[in-house]
């Protein structure tokens, strides 16, 4: 059995930020992730560390909260953040009077924009339609969800407090209308244990209704999931939206060496539905054709699905019409259940300040006297974003060294490629992993002291990973990338029945 | 001028074809995009490895596998070539492997067990002769890493081979000693090895570290051109035997056969025509076919031939291009046999996946046929090599057997042999 003071599940962007907060108000906490951190939503979304200018005209609160928290996160996270700008474009045909309130409601907001001529853009965005009316730049940025829950998370170590990932939350000890603790189960081992607690923070994103029902309250969470693609390189070096009511297929975000397109919306009923259909693709295409023509010609690398956690407090609208304002849950007021928030609605950019809502209630629980700190120090991933050069590169897409492959398990008893990946964008490039994922198992059987059988479960895992992934676009030079993959893996290496020809096992 | 044999695609399957027509003295031609596949494929050509494809235990004797496998699966390529052709393939290629200083050994009735990169065992009948070591029956091995390679882990292939060998394996790393700022892949390595100091580096690290008579299991860098001279260098330095390991792409080993067959191939008149892809067809009725390729310049030029071989390969090389909902023959935009809603979500499942068993379909002249009505297309087309449909290289252990036999019966019956 451990003991701390407050129980943090889910290890998103929310979650990582509430333990930070909270630990840098001094108070002991342990962080609960059934899977690595970053896994839900904060990992599987477009990337964009929003203005406000999107929700400007029908979520104005979303939209000032956004503009602040975007110029702080920008501030404190410069490690996580690529600060491309943001483009807002209108084409011929979209709606006048829906620019007229956006300009006036920007300007309301505090969003500052800047007018672009359409001419000049074609300089330097060639592949952009020819049909643009207006343009405006805002202070949009890519963020990578990856990297700034990792970074949370870290800095939160540093203060002492503790993190669990793989380690999912089963069930709570309630006595006299109270939560007094966590049944936690450890999904490496199978060990079952139980963390006493005077709180638990609920920050599950759209899981919280799942582990609200555990504590036998009823959470009315609407996961909606939407579905994104990805380029295999930068089709754009700034941050694309187009300039009409949100809806589908209208956001472009660079990262790294890609381009991140979407999204969808579409109500599902399991969190877990992070699967991506190739009809989902194509009505993407089809929609992001209108910005870039020459969409449907270019690399597709993968698809996925991520799931908004929005939360209807009263019959409200769903999908595109729920609003992103994120809610504080009080089970005490609400259901008379002492010790226990959930986080719920809300979006990337606003984590900090979710976290900062849940730790003020948090601390007044306890009788901390502390105010929240996030805003003022800087936090940093463990894989730093200025790579040096190191002649060793065994991840030559994105110039992932073995060096930073160290870096990256360097505190880990155990880990997957997968979360090699999220931390230093492995296998993430233009060749999905085809080269890197032998390199990488083969580096780290040796570095590590890995059997033969972990080792070979490091690289089928994430080669299947990656494929999965590929199955929604599995046409052009991605039909051509799995066979080289299939190859390879298959042909050449015949890691389909390696235990097979074992005289031993 | 006028070939009797024009020949679209340079991998094992188009070389195959043109030895076909060089063979009855035929005047043949082979146009190419790029520098084809078996350049970066393993150098082995492996029959059948596994039958039925979902068969964990490799197959003992492919010749014998066959048999089995004609009388089940009709449609497979290996049925359509026949088993005659098939054995008459690899006789020749036998034969013709030692006129050009690359000779293999092998037989189609013997699988023997080869180490693969990562550690596990491959099985293949028709291997260099230089490769003609018996893994599974070595006492001891060592496994050797060459630090400047990116491409190969020996603490990691060994762990993997201790499990299925009866032998003791273990696993040192060599430095070459070579000094670049960038990681090195095999064939970097392979040229540096040809240079007789470098040689030496590396036998002055194995010295002390590889136990003698010892079978050295090393990635595939022993040399460019001269690599039977490198491989006995070290084996007489270390007494040792040494058998190397096919790498990732790029492969030494493919390279080395790719490069000899056409240097043989162009000594005896055959016109290699490399860079440009076909992208004009014409024909008349059902038999005449004329082709054009684009030039860097943009200019067409047009090739006649009196009969034609279409070994563009599969997906991997374009041969066939996979659309949404569909897959292409990018040539002549042949009848495919498509297999697209089969995609199986398990990337190590033995079952064959629909974007390789998809291709062009046949009959036992090699020509192809519109799939309703079984009728030829064109008379004088001919197709052989990944192109075609109806199996799955990859998890069969077939892509070079079936490239070889598939095109050189097609090279065979289109020059009327």
């Given at each position: 059995?451990?003991?701390t003071?407050?129980?943090?599940?889910?290890?998103?962007?929310?979650?990582?930020?509430?333990?930070r907060?909270?630990?840098?108000?001094?108070?002991?906490?342990?962080?609960?992730?059934?899977?690595?951190?970053?896994?839900?939503?904060?990992?599987?979304?477009?990337?964009?560390?929003?203005?406000?200018?999107?929700?400007?005209?029908?979520?104005?609160?979303?939209?000032r909260?956004?503009?602040?928290?975007?110029?702080?996160?920008?501030?404190?996270?410069?490690?996580?953040?690529?600060?491309?700008?943001?483009?807002?474009?209108?084409?011929?045909?979209?709606?006048?009077?829906?620019?007229?309130?956006?300009?006036?409601?920007?300007?309301?907001?505090?969003?500052?924009?800047?007018?672009?001529?359409?001419?000049?853009?074609?300089?330097?965005?060639?592949?952009?339609?020819k049909?643009?009316?207006?343009?405006?730049?805002?202070?949009?940025?890519?963020v990578?969800?990856?990297?700034?829950?990792?970074?949370?998370?870290?800095?939160?170590?540093?203060?002492?407090?503790?993190?669990?990932?793989?380690?999912c939350?089963?069930?709570?000890?309630?006595?006299?209308?109270?939560?007094?603790?966590?049944?936690?189960?450890?999904?490496?081992?199978?060990?079952?244990?139980?963390?006493?607690?005077?709180?638990?923070?609920?920050?599950?994103?759209?899981?919280?209704?799942?582990?609200?029902?555990?504590?036998?309250?009823?959470?009315n969470?609407?996961?909606?999931?939407?579905?994104?693609?990805?380029?295999?390189?930068?089709?754009?070096?700034?941050?694309?939206?187009?300039?009409?009511?949100?809806?589908?297929g209208?956001?472009?975000?660079?990262?790294?060496?890609?381009?991140?397109?979407?999204t969808?919306?579409?109500t599902?009923s399991?969190p877990?539905?992070?699967?991506?259909?190739?009809?989902?693709?194509?009505?993407?295409?089809?929609?992001?054709?209108?910005?870039?023509?020459?969409?449907?010609?270019?690399?597709?690398?993968?698809?996925?699905?991520g799931?908004?956690?929005?939360y209807?407090?009263?019959?409200?609208?769903?999908?595109?019409?729920?609003?992103?304002?994120?809610?504080?849950?009080d089970?005490?007021?609400?259901h008379?259940l002492?010790?226990?928030?959930?986080?719920?609605?809300?979006?990337?950019t606003?984590?900090?300040?979710?976290?900062?809502?849940?730790?003020?209630?948090?601390?007044?629980?306890l009788?901390?006297?502390?105010?929240?700190?996030?805003?003022?120090?800087?936090?940093?991933?463990?894989?730093?974003?200025?790579?040096?050069?190191?002649?060793?590169q065994?991840?030559?897409?994105e110039?992932?060294?073995?060096?930073?492959?160290?870096?990256?398990?360097?505190?880990?008893?155990r880990?997957?490629?997968?979360?090699?990946?999220?931390?230093?964008?492995?296998?993430?490039?233009?060749c999905?992993?085809?080269?890197?994922?032998?390199?990488a198992?083969?580096?780290?059987?040796?570095?590590?002291?890995l059997?033969?059988?972990?080792?070979?479960?490091?690289?089928?895992?994430?080669?299947?990973e990656?494929?999965?992934?590929?199955?929604?676009?599995?046409?052009?030079?991605q039909?051509?990338?799995l066979?080289?993959?299939r190859?390879?893996?298959?042909?050449?290496?015949?890691?389909?029945?390696?235990?097979?020809?074992?005289?031993?096992? | 001028?006028?070939?009797?044999?024009v020949?679209?695609?340079?991998?094992?399957?188009?070389?195959?074809?043109?030895?076909?027509?060089?063979?009855?003295?035929?005047?043949?031609?082979?146009?190419s995009?790029?520098?084809?596949?078996l350049?970066?494929?393993?150098g082995?050509?492996?029959?059948?490895?596994?039958?039925?494809?979902?068969?964990?235990?490799?197959?003992?004797?492919?010749?014998?596998?066959?048999?089995?496998?004609?009388?089940?699966k009709?449609?497979?390529?290996?049925?359509?070539?026949?088993?005659?052709?098939?054995?008459?393939?690899?006789?020749?290629?036998?034969?013709?492997?030692?006129?050009?200083?690359?000779?293999?050994?092998?037989?189609?009735?013997?699988?023997?067990?080869?180490?693969?990169?990562?550690?596990?065992?491959?099985?293949?009948?028709?291997?260099?002769?230089?490769?003609?070591?018996?893994?599974?029956?070595?006492?001891?091995i060592?496994?050797?890493?060459?630090?400047?390679?990116?491409?190969?882990?020996?603490d990691?292939?060994?762990?993997?081979?201790?499990?299925?060998?009866?032998?003791?394996?273990?696993?040192?790393?060599?430095?070459?000693?070579?000094?670049?700022?960038?990681?090195?892949?095999?064939?970097?390595?392979?040229?540096?090895?040809?240079?007789?100091?470098?040689?030496?580096?590396?036998?002055?690290?194995l010295?002390?570290?590889?136990?003698?008579?010892?079978?050295?299991?090393?990635?595939a860098?022993?040399?460019?051109?001269?690599?039977?001279?490198?491989?006995?260098?070290?084996?007489?330095?270390?007494n040792?035997?040494?058998?190397?390991?096919?790498t990732?792409?790029?492969?030494?080993?493919?390279?080395?056969?790719?490069?000899?067959?056409?240097?043989h191939?162009?000594?005896?008149?055959?016109?290699?025509?490399?860079?440009?892809?076909?992208?004009?067809?014409?024909?008349?009725?059902?038999?005449?076919?004329?082709?054009?390729?684009?030039?860097?310049?943009?200019?067409?030029?047009?090739?006649q031939?009196?009969?034609?071989?279409?070994?563009?390969?599969?997906?991997?090389?374009?041969?066939?291009?996979?659309c949404?909902?569909?897959i292409?023959?990018?040539?002549?935009?042949?009848p495919i046999?498509?297999?697209?809603l089969?995609?199986?979500?398990?990337?190590?499942?033995?079952?064959?996946?629909?974007?390789s068993?998809?291709?062009?379909?046949?009959?036992?002249?090699?020509?192809?046929?519109?799939?309703?009505?079984?009728?030829?297309?064109?008379?004088?087309?001919?197709?052989?090599?990944?192109?075609?449909?109806?199996?799955?290289?990859?998890?069969?252990?077939?892509g070079n057997?079936?490239?070889?036999?598939?095109?050189?019966?097609?090279?065979k019956?289109?020059i009327?042999?």
């Amino acid at each position: 059995m451990e003991k701390t003071q407050v129980v943090v599940i889910g290890g998103g962007a929310t979650g990582t930020g509430v333990l930070r907060d909270l630990a840098l108000r001094g108070i002991d906490c342990i962080l609960l992730e059934q899977n690595d951190l970053a896994t839900g939503t904060s990992g599987r979304f477009h990337g964009l560390l929003h203005s406000g200018a999107r929700y400007a005209v029908k979520d104005f609160s979303s939209a000032r909260e956004c503009i602040q928290e975007n110029q702080i996160i920008k501030k404190i996270a410069p490690d996580c953040i690529e600060d491309t700008g943001g483009l807002f474009i209108a084409v011929k045909g979209d709606d006048p009077n829906y620019i007229k309130s956006w300009l006036e409601n920007c300007s309301l907001a505090d969003i500052s924009i800047e007018e672009v001529s359409p001419s000049d853009l074609l300089q330097t965005e060639p592949a952009l339609t020819k049909d643009i009316s207006r343009v405006y730049m805002v202070p949009d940025a890519a963020v990578d969800g990856f990297s700034l829950a990792a970074a949370n998370a870290l800095s939160a170590r540093n203060l002492g407090a503790r993190v669990k990932t793989y380690s999912c939350a089963t069930g709570f000890k309630i006595e006299k209308q109270k939560v007094r603790g966590v049944y936690v189960i450890d999904r490496y081992t199978g060990q079952e244990d139980y963390i006493k607690c005077e709180f638990v923070v609920n920050a599950t994103g759209a899981w919280a209704g799942q582990v609200a029902k555990m504590a036998g309250i009823g959470l009315n969470i609407t996961p909606d999931k939407g579905v994104l693609v990805i380029f295999n390189h930068r089709i754009t070096n700034k941050v694309i939206n187009r300039l009409r009511p949100p809806g589908d297929g209208d956001i472009f975000v660079p990262h790294g060496s890609v381009t991140v397109f979407g999204t969808t919306s579409q109500t599902t009923s399991d969190p877990n539905d992070s699967e991506a259909a190739a009809e989902d693709v194509l009505r993407l295409l089809e929609e992001g054709k209108q910005l870039f023509p020459g969409l449907d010609k270019m690399r597709l690398i993968r698809a996925f699905a991520g799931v908004r956690p929005l939360y209807q407090p009263d019959g409200a609208g769903s999908g595109r019409e729920a609003t992103r304002d994120f809610f504080l849950i009080d089970h005490d007021r609400l259901h008379g259940l002492e010790g226990m928030i959930s986080m719920v609605g809300g979006k990337l950019t606003t984590y900090r300040l979710m976290a900062k809502a849940a730790s003020d209630h948090v601390s007044k629980v306890l009788k901390v006297d502390k105010p929240c700190l996030t805003d003022k120090e800087i936090i940093y991933p463990p894989i730093p974003k200025q790579k040096e050069y190191d002649n060793k590169q065994l991840c030559q897409c994105e110039r992932i060294s073995s060096k930073l492959l160290d870096l990256a398990v360097k505190d880990k008893v155990r880990f997957t490629l997968n979360d090699v990946r999220r931390l230093t964008r492995l296998g993430m490039g233009p060749c999905q992993g085809t080269f890197c994922t032998f390199r990488a198992a083969g580096y780290y059987h040796q570095s590590r002291s890995l059997k033969a059988a972990e080792a070979n479960k490091l690289l089928k895992e994430h080669i299947q990973e990656r494929f999965k992934g590929s199955i929604p676009v599995l046409w052009k030079e991605q039909a051509q990338e799995l066979e080289l993959t299939r190859g390879i893996y298959l042909g050449l290496l015949n890691l389909e029945r390696l235990e097979s020809d074992n005289h031993e096992i | 001028m006028r070939y009797d044999l024009v020949i679209i695609g340079a991998g094992l399957a188009g070389m195959s074809a043109a030895l076909a027509a060089v063979k009855m003295n035929k005047q043949a031609v082979v146009l190419s995009k790029g520098l084809g596949s078996l350049y970066s494929s393993s150098g082995y050509i492996d029959l059948l490895g596994y039958y039925p494809t979902t068969e964990m235990k490799p197959v003992l004797n492919p010749a014998r596998a066959l048999d089995v496998l004609v009388e089940e699966k009709p449609d497979h390529p290996y049925s359509l070539v026949g088993k005659e052709a098939i054995r008459e393939a690899f006789t020749d290629f036998l034969s013709i492997s030692r006129e050009i200083g690359l000779a293999y050994s092998g037989t189609l009735d013997e699988n023997i067990l080869m180490p693969t990169a990562a550690g596990a065992l491959i099985p293949t009948c028709l291997y260099p002769e230089t490769t003609g070591k018996k893994i599974t029956e070595a006492p001891v091995i060592t496994v050797v890493g060459i630090e400047e390679l990116a491409d190969f882990y020996p603490d990691y292939a060994a762990d993997n081979l201790r499990h299925r060998l009866k032998g003791e394996v273990k696993s040192v790393w060599a430095s070459l000693n070579i000094k670049v700022k960038r990681e090195l892949n095999s064939f970097d390595i392979a040229l540096a090895l040809e240079n007789f100091h470098v040689q030496e580096a590396l036998i002055k690290e194995l010295e002390n570290k590889v136990p003698r008579n010892s079978l050295i299991v090393i990635p595939a860098v022993l040399g460019v051109q001269n690599w039977q001279q490198v491989t006995k260098t070290i084996e007489k330095a270390l007494n040792c035997d040494v058998l190397e390991v096919p790498t990732l792409p790029p492969s030494v080993m493919g390279y080395r056969l790719a490069e000899k067959l056409q240097q043989h191939l162009k000594h005896k008149g055959v016109d290699f025509i490399t860079g440009h892809p076909v992208t004009h067809v014409k024909c008349s009725g059902r038999q005449r076919l004329e082709v054009g390729i684009s030039l860097g310049s943009g200019k067409l030029k047009k090739i006649q031939g009196d009969s034609f071989v279409l070994a563009t390969g599969g997906i991997l090389n374009e041969g066939l291009l996979a659309c949404p909902g569909s897959i292409k023959e990018s040539v002549f935009d042949l009848p495919i046999v498509n297999d697209l809603l089969h995609v199986d979500r398990d990337f190590f499942s033995l079952k064959a996946q629909g974007l390789s068993l998809a291709g062009v379909a046949v009959n036992s002249n090699m020509q192809p046929i519109d799939i309703k009505s079984g009728q030829t297309i064109y008379e004088n087309l001919r197709a052989a090599g990944a192109t075609l449909a109806g199996y799955d290289p990859f998890i069969e252990k077939s892509g070079n057997g079936v490239a070889l036999a598939s095109g050189y019966k097609a090279g065979k019956l289109a020059i009327g042999a």
